[in-house]
Structure formats: structure tokens, C-alpha cells
């Protein structure tokens, strides 16, 4: 485990950005690096180069160089579930297997891969027929690293489409199936069942949903189902044939799963060669992470920087600031891998940990966040750091000056993140409007901005298949090298599981078929709550 002491002490006696900047002319070019046309800048943030050489001692402390190795050689680092973390391999389009994993694991791949692409080009030019004809939609049922990545994805290459309509069907509220199916012509539409484990409760009640809906008018509704599992006896028990099911191994973590045939849902609506291009950005970031030195390295960068707010400044969130409204489910994306693979409080080896362990991640498209809740970032009492994202170039080239003041309101925040806007410069505005005595001081004091605020930003030259590829590879990465430091397991979930047992167990109480004894007496109320139908 990490000494946190230093860095601690360290990040309390930080600088301020501003005196960096005046102190080195040179900071912008030293505190940024890139991959590819893919630029990170962090010199907006308190990281000297002190401060950096010591996160980057930290890295190597570590053995995050080592550790990475072991991951892609296939290592078993997910140690409480005895599993290899190998979804690199799933982009992996070398043909050749990595050191360390059999090539018969990238043959699988493959083959798998090459089955997606041949059931999407089937779908795709209508050699593959609904009751009704062509498919013109399918709809993807899952929920968390089955729903996430291919809806995060599937919307962020919009401008690709052409291919059926896709949608994603999560939650078991049944109005998310219900307004999804409202419209659909059953005749017509492809149901994509996709479940690593293919018992997650919301999944299955939405796939038989789906399946009672589509039998209203289409004799033989099996035939409009896919599946993409890793647990293919479920799929046929569920009546999917199986040249329609994709499996995949347990080596993929659910919100590591979008590469392969979970990423079907983006396969069928940008087509194969897009999507492939997806992967190839994926392995382009892949190659980074693997040949490029630390202080180089844009996932390494990426995490000592959040490691750096997090468990240096106590900075207990970021917020992800995508000016690409393409990404407005990447910030619910990242909560999913940032969360849920480093939310832990035990040690590798079970003991308990003497720092915080992930931070509370959130965010929203610019510019809507600023009018909604940049007021806080800007003058609350709380330093959230922020990492704000933009493309050189948009896709609507018509549209350019809308780009233009997308870019200009990305940079523009960073800049006032840091500026602010002291006291004397507040006074001096309220002078020129006219006020003076204590209406002037007590107006100037409400147009403080504090400053100092750290940000990072990431720009990349248009969000395309590929380069969307880099940037979800990036987090992936950036999540490992944290868990690293953190010496936490990334990639288990524990903790989602009381959850999913307790609500077992409450189903049949809310049916009436189990008493509610056992429970306490808040649950208790508020079952007989909503027992109550008058
Ligand atoms: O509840 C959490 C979780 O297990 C996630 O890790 C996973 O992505 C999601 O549920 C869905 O699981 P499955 O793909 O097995 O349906």
C-alpha cells in the first residue's frame, strides 16, 4: 500500500495555478501531452513539477507499469472473482494474441466478431426479415454495463447511422419498455436480449415483456430475438436459436463490455466498418497506455490527476463536462466505470484502506450545465475539479458558428474557473454602475469569483468512431492505473448485490404472498404504504 502522507502533504501547501503560470512560460506545453491528434491539458490544475514527480514515483511505487502488463497478458488481477480483465482483446485487431493469452482466445474473438458482422450486414440490407419485412428497429434490452456503453455509443456516432433504428430499454419501471414499444411495429422489430449473466432481474422482465408484445402479432417472435451472453444455456432456455446468440467470456466486465457483441446495438446502426473503426481507436489508446512513459502517458496523466484532487487536494467529486452533445450519456457512462469499479473501502488483501477510494463522478453536456449548475462550481464553498471535453471540429459544417461558440464557452469556463474575479475587480464594476457606500461593498461581495479552480481539458479532432474508441479506452485506463494506486480490485462489484437480494425478497411482500414481519419498521411502513391501492 501507498504512503498518502507526502502527497498530503504536498497538495496542502499547493499553489496557486496562476503563480504557475507566471513562475513557467513554458507550463502549458510541459503540463499537457498527446495521443495521436488527441491533446490533454492539465496545466489548469495546482500540479507542480514537484508534485507531478512525486505522483509519478507514487505510479512506479505502484508497479502500475507491471500491473498493466499482468492485465493484458491475461493475469487473473480480478482476484475475488478469479478472473483474467480482457476486454483489450476484444479490440485487439493485430491477430495476434498478446504474451501470455492463448491465440485460440483471439480466434474466439474473432469468429465471434465475424458473426456479429455477418447477423448486422444480414439485418442491415434486409436479408435478414421481420414477419413484416426489413427490420426497421431493434431495441436493446439490458441495464448497466450491458445498456450503458452501446446507448452512450450508439447515440455519440449519430451522424453515422444508417442503419435500422436503435433503442435501449433499461429500467423495470415498465414505462421505459412501454414508451419505447408505443409506435414500434412488432412486425418489423429486432429485440437484442443482452445480459453478461442473463439473469438480471430488470433485463429478463423487460426481454419477456418485449417477448408477450411481439407474440400479439408475429407467429414465430423467437425468430426476432438475439442474445449477447456469456451464459448461453440461458439464452436457449429463453427460446433464442443459437445462431443468433453472442456469447462472450467471463474475462469482460460488464461496464468493459461495449467492444464486443454487447456493442451490437452500435454495430446494427453505424455498421460493421464503422464499428471497427471504434475498436481500432480503442487499440490505438491501447498501444499509448503500453508504449508511452509515464509522464507522457495521457490514462496515467488523467488518473494522477484525479488521484491528485481526490486523495491529495479531498476533493470528494469531478464533474465530466463533454462540450459534445453527442456525449450527454458519457457522464452517466463514467459513473458506471469510475463508480463501480473503484467505489471499494477493502484493500486487495481485504484489510481496510487508510484513504478515500473513488470519487463521486457526475456531470452534463456543455453549455447546458452552465445554466444549471455551474453557479456552484463557480462561487459554492466546495472545489470541484472539472474535466471538460471538446471537439476542434463538429460534424454540422453548416453550423460551424454554432461550433465556434460551443469551443468558445468550453474555454471560456476553464479560464473563469481559474481567473475569477477578485474583490477590487468586482468593486471597480459596481463603481461603474453607479453604486457606491455599502449598497457598492455589499453588491461587489455577491460578484466574487473565488478562482483557483482546477480544471483539465481534453480535445480531440472530431468525434468519430475512432476517436470516440480513444476516448472510452482513456477512462478504462485511467480507472485501472487509480484502482493501481489505490490497491483496490477495479473490476468486482460487490456492492451492488444486497441490494438485489433485499428487493428479491421484498417482491413477494409487496404481492402479499410474504409477511413483512422481519422487517424494520421504516420498510414496514412504507410496504404497507404502498399496499395501500385506495
Ligand atoms: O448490478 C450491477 C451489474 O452486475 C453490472 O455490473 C452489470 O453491468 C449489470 O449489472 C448488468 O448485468 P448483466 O449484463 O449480467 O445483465
Redesign the pocket.
Known amino acids: 500500500m501507498l504512503d498518502w502522507s507526502k502527497l498530503k502533504t504536498r497538495a496542502s501547501a499547493r499553489p496557486t495555478i496562476m503563480s504557475l503560470f507566471s513562475e513557467n512560460r513554458n507550463r502549458a506545453e510541459e503540463f499537457s501531452a498527446v495521443a495521436g491528434e488527441m491533446l490533454f491539458d492539465y496545466s489548469k490544475t495546482q500540479i507542480d513539477q514537484d508534485s507531478l514527480s512525486l505522483l509519478i514515483e507514487m505510479a512506479r511505487e505502484a508497479e502500475v507499469e507491471n500491473c498493466r502488463d499482468e492485465m493484458f497478458a491475461g493475469v487473473h488481477i480480478n482476484e475475488t472473482e478469479d478472473r483474467a480483465v480482457l476486454h483489450t482483446l476484444l479490440r485487439n485487431l493485430s491477430g495476434d494474441a498478446p504474451d501470455g493469452v492463448e491465440q485460440s482466445e483471439l480466434d474466439t474473438v474473432e469468429s465471434i466478431r465475424m458473426r456479429m458482422v455477418q447477423f448486422s450486414e444480414a439485418v442491415r440490407d434486409g436479408s435478414f426479415t421481420g414477419q413484416g419485412g426489413r427490420i426497421t428497429d431493434v431495441v436493446n434490452i439490458?441495464?448497466?454495463?450491458?445498456?450503458l456503453g452501446p446507448a452512450m455509443g450508439t447515440l455519440a456516432l449519430a451522424p453515422y447511422h444508417d442503419g435500422p433504428r436503435v433503442h435501449y430499454v433499461s429500467n423495470v419501471d415498465g414505462a421505459h419498455i412501454a414508451d419505447t414499444l408505443n409506435g414500434l411495429d412488432p412486425e418489423t422489430t429486432l429485440v437484442i436480449v443482452?445480459?453478461?449473466?442473463?439473469?438480471?432481474i430488470e433485463?429478463m422482465t423487460n426481454a419477456q415483456t418485449a417477448r408477450d408484445w411481439m407474440s400479439q402479432k408475429v407467429s414465430d417472435p423467437g425468430a426476432q430475438f438475439a442474445a449477447v451472453?456469456t451464459a448461453e444455456e440461458k439464452t436457449s432456455n429463453f427460446g433464442i436459436a443459437s445462431e443468433r446468440v453472442f456469447g462472450f467470456e467471463d474475462w469482460v466486465?460488464?461496464?468493459y463490455?461495449m467492444w464486443g457483441p454487447?456493442g451490437l446495438g452500435m454495430m446494427l446502426a453505424v455498421g460493421p466498418a464503422r464499428f471497427l473503426e471504434f475498436l481500432a481507436g480503442g487499440s490505438a489508446m491501447d498501444t499509448h497506455f503500453r508504449e508511452t512513459p509515464l509522464a507522457q502517458n495521457l490514462p496515467v496523466l488523467l488518473a494522477l490527476v484525479g488521484i491528485w484532487h481526490n486523495q491529495g487536494c479531498g476533493h470528494a467529486t469531478r464533474a465530466v463536462l463533454p462540450y459534445d452533445q453527442r456525449l450527454s450519456r458519457l457522464p452517466a457512462y463514467l459513473q458506471?466505470l469510475e463508480m463501480?469499479s473503484n467505489g471499494k473501502s477493502v484493500a486487495m488483501d481485504g484489510s481496510d484502506l487508510e484513504v478515500n477510494t473513488g470519487p463521486v463522478v457526475w456531470g452534463e453536456p456543455g453549455t447546458n450545465g452552465q445554466h444549471a449548475f455551474y453557479q456552484l462550481i463557480h462561487q459554492g464553498t466546495r472545489v470541484i475539479p472539472c474535466e471538460f471535453m471538446v471537439a476542434r471540429s463538429g460534424h454540422e459544417v453548416e453550423l460551424d458558428h454554432h461550433h465556434q461558440l460551443l469551443v468558445a464557452n468550453c474555454l471560456a469556463q476553464s479560464e473563469a474557473l481559474m481567473l475569477g474575479r477578485s474583490l477590487d475587480e468586482a468593486r471597480a464594476l459596481m463603481a461603474e454602475k453607479g453604486l457606491n457606500g455599502d449598497e457598492l461593498e455589499r453588491q461587489a461581495r455577491h460578484r466574487v469569483f473565488p478562482g483557483d479552480r482546477p480544471s483539465t481539458t481534453l480535445v480531440y479532432p472530431k468525434l468519430t468512431p475512432f476517436v470516440l474508441g480513444q476516448i472510452i479506452a482513456l477512462y478504462e485506463h485511467r480507472v485501472f492505473v487509480e484502482g493501481v494506486m489505490l490497491d483496490i480490485n477495479s473490476y468486482d462489484?460487490w456492492g451492488?448485490e444486497l441490494g438485489?437480494e433485499l428487493a428479491n425478497a421484498l417482491t413477494p411482500v409487496l404481492a402479499g404472498e410474504a409477511e413483512a414481519d422481519s422487517k424494520d419498521p421504516s420498510t414496514q411502513m412504507l410496504v404497507s404504504y404502498m399496499q395501500f391501492k385506495g
Do not use: H, N
Request: charged share 20%; no cysteine.
Open positions: 439490458g441495464i448497466g454495463g450491458s445498456d443482452a445480459s453478461k449473466t442473463f439473469t438480471t433485463t451472453s466486465g460488464g461496464r463490455s454487447i458506471q463501480e462489484q451492488v438485489k
